[in-house]
């Protein structure tokens, strides 16, 4: 189990109330009350204060000091990444995660699952696959990933690093984008139905000022929100340097997602640097979360020095031998001074996008299957396509071969499991201009079905 959120709320509350009584918006500031460690002082506030944990520094015991001590969230560097988690396809090793996932439940951390899809660190066998092939794979990977940690992670990275840094707002070309522009909510709606416990994010660097990357970001998040796709969150990873300085507009932009109903997490922080500089950037980065409610967490991208992927850039908290650094109090400071509390039950993002007032008449519509299959599974795509009437609803209709079983759906509800199996559209996919089309997918054991009917209703 994650650490249980309520004990953090109410401890926020009960710190908004020290400060009403003592009528002054400063009161966690007095010594008597300040809390000593990280973790603990964003849980002032309703917040986590996380750290990147690589498996193998489990055996340090300097490093899992500092760990158990300050933090209370933990993102696995690398350990949840597809080429670690499914290195031969639909063969799944989740040993070295589930070290890290054991240990944080053991101290009550929150875990950051990172990241189900991105276009860096795939196996070699995904990097070979297109098309069809590699859209398939993909949803596979998020669905049993997903499921594999139900209800353990806080929130998920589904997606990570989809936008050019090129200033033109466009997706990165990548394998992933190739297999067509809905990739990215494709992975958000498998996600949902395979762990609907956690909260999805989209995460990603160079978009923590307001600049054509972020402003791309905000129109696909606003876009989602505006159809129903399921995104609760967005992750600012927030690698600075001197050529990548903490932006001016760091906390607006902080806020301008916020205001599109998501949360916004910073997810990966690490500053070049050092000595007050370096301090300062750290304390205006978490004041500029704090400042906004929405903002329910930090992350730093590493414990020491020693540990960071920049380890010569020396962008952490602590030293490379484990004392706590200018920037460590000026960050525990920052996180003492207080700030907003977040709302304490976060909607996540409506299954049910806003009505929109048309009359699409019904028509007849088409099913056709795209099979992924495996000796024992498959994964099923199913595009349903209206006829030259618009659809208001649609059901789809398929017999499985004897012995095979449906476990999973996604943007689709299901009836039965083996035989006959009925798929209805969800309250977001059931109208279809004429001539339109939208996907369904679903996964199970034994062999998949090659044809479906559809029937409009
Ligand atoms: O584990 C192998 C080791 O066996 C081998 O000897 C060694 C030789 O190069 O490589 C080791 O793997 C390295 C792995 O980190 C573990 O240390 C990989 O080469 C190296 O590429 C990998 O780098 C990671 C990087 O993502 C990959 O893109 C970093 O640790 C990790 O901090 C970094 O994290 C990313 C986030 O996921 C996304 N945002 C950016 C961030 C920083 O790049």
Known sequence: MHKPRTPLRALGVAAAAAVVAAGSVVALTSTAEAATTLGASAAATGRYFGTAVAANKL????????????????????????????PNQNQFNYSSADRIVSHAQAQNM?????????????????????????????????????????????????????FDDGGNGARRDSN????????????????????????????DYNTDGQNAKSNAVYAMVQDFKSRGVPIDCVGFQSHFNAQSPVPSDYQANLQRFANL???????????????????????????????????TGITVWGIRDSDSWRASGTPLLFDSSGNKKAAYTSTLNALNSGGTTPPSDPPTSPSTPPSTPTDPGTGACTATISLNQWNGGFVATVRVSA????????SVSTTLPSGAAVTNSWSSQSSGSSGTVRFANVSYNGSVAAGGST?????GTGTGPSSATCSAS
């Open 261 to 295: 109903g998501v949360d916004v997490q910073i997810t990966e922080l690490d500053i070049e640097g050092s000595g007050q500089t370096q301090a300062d950037n750290f304390g205006r980065v978490v004041k500029a979360c704090l400042a906004v409610s929405r903002c």
């Open 110 to 162: 929150r875990i950051r699952g990172h990241a189900l899809a991105w276009h860096q660190q795939q196996p070699g066998w995904a990097q070979n696959l297109s098309g069809t092939a590699l859209r398939n794979a993909m949803l596979n990977h998020v669905t049993t990933v997903a499921a594999h940690y139900k209800g353990q992670i806080y929130a998920w990275d589904v997606v990570n690093e989809a």
């Open 176 to 203: 992933l984008q190739r297999t067509g522009n809905d990739w990215i909510e494709a992975a958000f709606r498998a996600a949902r139905a395979a762990d609907p416990g956690a909260k999805l994010c989209y995460n």
């Open 59 to 86: 055996s340090d015991s300097t490093y899992v000091g500092i760990l158990d001590r300050e933090f209370n969230a933990v993102t696995p560097e690398n350990e949840m990444k597809w080429d670690a988690t499914e």
């Open 387 to 394: 006829g030259s009437s618009a659809l208001s609803g649609w």
């Open 439 to 443: 996907e369904f997918g679903f996964q």
